[in-house]
Structures are given as structure tokens and as C-alpha cells.
């Protein structure tokens, strides 16, 4: 180990030759002449510097003392510099650590075996001053861009933190928004009598834009309804709990589709009318820009008679007590557009045993893996398998083929479907 290491001493001992190094540099060599050459040029150039005469002494220092580059001798006895730089990256380090290996040797399979141990720098005996400082500054690039990158890791954990605790709080949010909202639908099935209004909701999402319900202000009369707020989301969820405020059965004096008499009794308005006074409500609440499309009927229970407004909602589907079926309504506007807007209404007789199917475009625009769209046709071959069905099972029944019917069971928009079975008077 005598060979001298250094070249161009003087060189490196020049003013215009100083760094300015400020990590700490551990000397690994056997030899101490080697070590004080080298100590002296670091010391020079700012550098902390410790000197270790063995591999072992050397991984004493580096497990209590954090040192930033290390250079290191490759011939040594007991541990060569390979097997000092593979235990060396085997240990725990808060940073990463610069490794230069100190060789004489030339053959490429040897210097291959240094990289795969983890060194990063070759640097071959005789050294040159310059060529030692020129590679000490290139490590300190790679520790400064680690500890850079350590920095913003930390800053990019701790907003990911911020972040999972929002969105933790906003799913909390969302979760009992999702309570609220199912409140809104409490009961599956309502009987009027013997006839009997099936419902069900489904959300693409925690809260979701569709809404049904049904509501009777006396003996016989009936009111039913399925809307579809426009977009998805908290903003459609809160637009379908404000119109389940205009809506309620509960509180027939804030239902738009009630009249009261001076006796206090209340009677069903006219759909067409129903659907005239919410779009004037919705097109005087400041700052809401949603609309929505609706099917809204009510029905005579003694007679049968049915009178449906459908504005931008899909058809209604009519299920004869025969098994034949035919898509009813004339279509008509969303409501929530323009002022002034007038709406129609169709008559329907329904007799006993016969259903009419309220459903959200969530169902007909469905999309399967071919990209191909459910549509009316498929809608009635879905309700034709589950015929022999009825009330709350068949709509879920509706549910399951669809769920079948759409790539990974994932619904894109929400779903919801209200059945009229109507059967008569008692």
C-alpha cells in the first residue's frame, strides 16, 4: 500500500483550486501516509473529514456519525473496499451517502463488481487533484438533488396527508348526505289499497340527481312521480332534496302539486299544472342553474284514470295484464329552462293488473362493453324476463340484468325506477 496516491499537489494546495464543500467525507485506507495527503487537500477545500484505517472501522463510524461522501481504498486487508461499500448501502441511513472507490485495477469485470455493490464514482491511483475535486463536485450534485428531492417528498406526504384528511371528512360528508338522501325514499313499497307503488334509487356515486315518490291528500287519489336533476354529484343531490321539498307528502302545505280548500282538504292539481309551477320556482331561485326532466301522474283509484305530464323524462312504459307493453307520452321540455313554458298532459284508463313503469335514462342509456346502448327496445326485453314478478323484487330484478348488462357492474349514471301496480278499488 505505498504507493503514492496523489498527483499535482501543488496543484490542488492553488486559491483558484478551493471548493466549497461542507459535507463530510470519510478516508478509508490502510495506509495513514495516503490518508493525511488526502485529509490535508480535503481539509483545504472545506470539507469535515474522518479517517477510518480499516473497512470494520469504517462501518463503526458510518452507523453513529453521518457522513455524506465516502472515499474509499479497494485493496485492503480483512475487507476490501467492494465488501465495505455493499455492508455500507446495507445499512439504515436517513440520506443517501456518495461512494468512491480508490483502485488500481483496470479489468472491467472488477470495476462491473463495484457498481453492483453500490459505489458510485471510480477514481485510480496515482489520483489527479483535479479530477478528485471535479468528482466531489459532481457528488455533491447527486446529494444536494436527493436531499432536494427529500425536502419535496416531505412537503408532497404532508399535503397527501392534508388531502386524505379532507377527503376523509368529505367521505363522511358524502356518507351521511347519502342517509339524508335515502330518507327521502324511506319506504321500497307504499300500498294505496290494493294497489301498490313500487320504488327504487340507486346513485352512481355516494349522493346522486334522481328522485322518486308517491302521495296520496285523501281517499282514492294519487300522486306519483320520477325526476332527473341534471349532472351528478352533492350539486344534483341538493337540487333532489329541495324538490322532495316541493313534493312532500309529509307536508302537503309546501307541495307544489297540492290545493288547499277553505274546508283545509286538499285535492290533486292538474300534472300539466304541476310541472308549470316548478318551472317557474326553479327558473325564480337565484343562482341554480340545474334542470331536470320529470314524468308525473295521478291517478283515480275507483276508475283508472291517469293523467301523466311528461317533461324531457323517458317514456313511461305501460304493461298490459296480457304481457304487452307500449311506451306512452308526448315528451315535452325540461323543466328549468325557460319561463313561461306549457306542458301537456295525456290521459291513460288502466285497468286491473295493469303497471306503468316510471324509469331514469339511466337505465335505456346504459352502455354495454360493445358500446352498445340498451335503449327502449332492450328495456322492454329486460322487463319480458321478469314478468311473473312484481312490486319492489321486479325493479330489483330490472337492476341485476342491467348490472349484467354494463361493464363491471359500474352504473355511469344514476337509476331509478317507480312501478304503479294498479288493481282496482277494494
Not at 110 to 132: C, I, Q, R
Amino acid at each position: 500500500m505505498g504507493q503514492v496516491i496523489l498527483e499535482s499537489v501543488r496543484e490542488g494546495f492553488e486559491p483558484s483550486h478551493v471548493a466549497s464543500g461542507q459535507g463530510t467525507v470519510l478516508l478509508v485506507d490502510d495506509s495513514r501516509m495516503q490518508r493525511r495527503i488526502l485529509h490535508a487537500l480535503l481539509a483545504k477545500w472545506g470539507y469535515n473529514v474522518i479517517e477510518a484505517a480499516s473497512g470494520h472501522e469504517a462501518l463503526d463510524i458510518c452507523r453513529n456519525t453521518p457522513v455524506d461522501i465516502v472515499i474509499s481504498d479497494w485493496v485492503m486487508p480483512e475487507m476490501d473496499g467492494v465488501e465495505f461499500c455493499r455492508l455500507f448501502r446495507a445499512l439504515d441511513r436517513d440520506s443517501y451517502g456518495y461512494f468512491m472507490l480508490l483502485t488500481s485495477k483496470s479489468e472491467v469485470n472488477e470495476m462491473v463488481n463495484g457498481l453492483e455493490v453500490g459505489a458510485d464514482e471510480f477514481l485510480t491511483k496515482p489520483v489527479n487533484s483535479s479530477e478528485l475535486r471535479a468528482r466531489l463536485q459532481a457528488g455533491e450534485r447527486v446529494l444536494r438533488m436527493e436531499k432536494e428531492l427529500q425536502s419535496k417528498n416531505a412537503i408532497l406526504a404532508e399535503t397527501l396527508s392534508e388531502l386524505q384528511t379532507l377527503y376523509d371528512a368529505i367521505d363522511r360528508d358524502l356518507a351521511q348526505a347519502r342517509k339524508i338522501q335515502e330518507a327521502l325514499v324511506p319506504q321500497t313499497e307504499l300500498n294505496f289499497g290494493p294497489t301498490r307503488v313500487s320504488m327504487l334509487l340507486e346513485p352512481c356515486g355516494h349522493v346522486g340527481g334522481d328522485l322518486i315518490g308517491a302521495f296520496s291528500p285523501g281517499t282514492n287519489r294519487v300522486g306519483f312521480y320520477g325526476l332527473d336533476v341534471s349532472g351528478h354529484g352533492v350539486t344534483s343531490a341538493m337540487m333532489t332534496a329541495r324538490l322532495a321539498g316541493y313534493l312532500s307528502g309529509n307536508y302537503p302545505e309546501n307541495n307544489l302539486a297540492l290545493a288547499r280548500s277553505p274546508e283545509e282538504l286538499y285535492s290533486l292539481l292538474p300534472p300539466e299544472e304541476v310541472a308549470h309551477r316548478l318551472n317557474e320556482r326553479l327558473m325564480h331561485d337565484v343562482g341554480v342553474e340545474e334542470y331536470f326532466t320529470l314524468a308525473y301522474g295521478t291517478i283515480d283509484l275507483m276508475r283508472g284514470d291517469v293523467h301523466l305530464v311528461q317533461a324531457g323524462h323517458p317514456h313511461p312504459l305501460l304493461i298490459r295484464a296480457d304481457g304487452s307493453m307500449s311506451f306512452v307520452g308526448d315528451g315535452g321540455p325540461p323543466i328549468g329552462l325557460l319561463s313561461g313554458l306549457e306542458f301537456e298532459a295525456i290521459d291513460l284508463q288502466m285497468q286491473r293488473g295493469e303497471r306503468l313503469l316510471f324509469y331514469s335514462d339511466g337505465f335505456v342509456e346504459a352502455v354495454d362493453r360493445q358500446g352498445h346502448m340498451l335503449g327502449e327496445e332492450g328495456l322492454m326485453n329486460l322487463v319480458r324476463q321478469h314478468l311473473c314478478k312484481d312490486g319492489h323484487a321486479f325493479l330489483s330484478s330490472l337492476v341485476e340484468e342491467l348490472r349484467r348488462f354494463v361493464p363491471a357492474s359500474k352504473f355511469e349514471d344514476d337509476v331509478s325506477a317507480l312501478m304503479m301496480e294498479y288493481n282496482g278499488p277494494e
